[in-house]
């Protein structure tokens, strides 16, 4: 029986879609804001529904360990709405 190399099998972690990350936002946000998820905007500004700083950075925090990625918080600053968040890291850690 042969035996595999582990070593040279070149395993790469799954990167969630944009989409995933925009329902992943979506379901967080709507749960912290106690907004009914149907009714957010995916275009709409985060500061159109009042997150603050240390929403933004327990946000970044939770998406950071979802993912598997070091986020920076500063993020949502830069990219100002869940459609921009969404799009931006799933750009930037695709595969």
Do not use: C, H
Not at 74 to 86: H, T
């Amino acid at each position: 029986m042969n035996k595999i190399d582990y070593s040279e099998v070149d395993i790469k972690k799954q990167v969630p879609t944009e989409a995933a990350i925009q329902v992943w936002l979506v379901s967080y946000l709507s749960k912290v804001l106690e907004l009914n998820p149907d009714k957010m905007d995916i275009k709409a500004t985060f500061d159109r529904y009042g997150l603050d700083s240390l929403i933004t950075v327990t946000m970044t925090s939770d998406l950071e360990q979802w993912l598997g990625y070091e986020v920076d918080p500063s993020l949502p600053y830069s990219y100002s709405s869940i459609e921009s968040l969404a799009n931006y890291l799933a750009e930037k850690y695709k595969i």
